[in-house]
């Protein structure tokens, strides 16, 4: 449409802002979607690509005359750092803005690698602060200017929902920013020390109503803890189901969350809530500890109960190779899934996580950390250790490699389990462990296994 904007400037120009998104756990990301919509509201007209679904668009970075690269996690920015020679060969001359929990927790390294600016924490609000202070000084002349509206990926590009013969299309939202827990392997607190903030409901109810009319059947609610503002979720999740009655969803909790918030699952149920994530990581009890999970292997018990109990699926999530954890803590995992019948709640990834201690990460004020010999790897972003146990090292290396070929090639994760615990098993002089096919159902899931 074309409005008259009173002083605007080349940065208003259509295209000249380019935001980027490298990855977002295979649902479209919103790193783009909250800072695109607060720009086009100041009266920018900036345009999007996501590397994760779309190539590089050579003629859009080449109009750019600021570009932000959305970096919300260890993944997102290696492939971030990856672009950044690319882009600077096509437009030598763009400023470059890295934003994202990672961008601050690296900021030495990437300042040092040609990005101009890193922010984290509330990037909607300083994206748009940064791109009106590049305006200061370039005003021209009233004109009147065509801004048109990015057109984001379609939701069918992403990861789907699965649950059987049934298939839905997935959008994606997140009712706070921030976490009030303080787990020292998460890289959220050293950006919001347990500070948590909500996104107005309208805003929310807003996103999902246009992702409902581009055709999403399923919505993941992507906060690092939903059940941080019971009340305020409950809200917007009554709402939804009043207006879209058939909608499902999913969503992130602690497993204390869920012992806290019991009463409040089978309405979750009924408003068609079909799985929750939560990050149980590990069931030994120093390694919980070190991570400040405040849980106990008899808590993730109980958790289970309660979800499964009213038709929910629990998928929990594991980080399996931490400097402390032994071949029979691994090996209880794999049993304790099994027991559980977990193991299609389970992506196969999760046997393969190992612990990332990026720079500010809590984990670096553990006296069982600082004992350990760390060096900062600046180019992976994380520091470097081995486990006491060689073993444990060349374990990971072999699951590694076993879950990267089952996935390309589709193995059943079933077999992928199985086979994985009988690696463990003999690297332990244990007998194979006996394949109980016929109690392991299909679970709902995201067709995207999850990675950080």
Known sequence: MGTETQGSSAMHAPGAILLISCYELGHRPIGLTRPLRALEEAGFAPDVIDIAVESLDVEKVERARFIGISVPMHTALRLGVHLLHGIRHINPDVSICMYGLYATLNADYLLSRGVDFCISGEASTELMALA?????????????????????????????????????????????????????????????????????????????????????????????????????????????????????????????????????????????????????????????????????????????????????????????????????????????????????????????????????????????????SLKLDEASFSYTWAHPDPRMDELYKTVNDLVENDARTGVDALETFYHIWTLAANMQGHPPPKQRRDVHLPAPRLTEAWFC
């Open 132 to 372: 009106q202070s590049l305006v200061e000084g370039e005003q021209s002349e009233t004109q009147e200017a065509d801004f048109p509206i990015a057109e984001l990926p379609p939701l069918e590009m992403y990861a789907q929902f699965e649950d059987e013969d049934e298939v839905r299309t997935v959008g994606y939202t997140e009712t706070t920013h921030g976490c009030k827990h303080l787990c020292t392997h998460c890289p959220i607190p050293p950006v919001y020390d347990g500070r948590f903030f909500a996104v107005q409901r309208d805003i929310v109810l807003a996103e999902i109503h246009e992702q409902v009319v581009e055709g999403a059947t399923h919505i993941t609610f992507g906060d690092p803890d939903f059940l941080n503002g019971p009340t305020h979720g409950l809200r917007i999740l009554r709402a939804m189901h009043e207006t879209f009655p058939s909608l499902t969803f999913d969503f992130t909790t602690k497993v204390e969350h869920i012992l806290k918030n019991r009463n409040h699952f089978p309405e979750l149920a009924q408003l068609g809530c079909r799985f929750v994530i939560s990050a149980v990581e590990a069931l030994d009890e120093q390694v919980l500890t070190i991570l400040e999970k405040h849980h106990t292997r008899a808590d993730v018990e109980e958790a289970i109960d309660i979800v499964h109990g009213t038709g929910i699926a629990l998928r929990p999530t594991w980080v399996p190779f931490t400097p402390w954890t032994t071949l029979d803590d691994y090996l209880e995992i794999l049993q304790f899934i099994d027991a559980r019948r977990l193991v299609y709640h389970v992506d196969p990834v999760q046997y393969a996580v190992r612990l990332l201690i990026p720079p500010g990460s809590y984990l670096l004020n553990r006296l069982e950390v600082k004992a350990l």
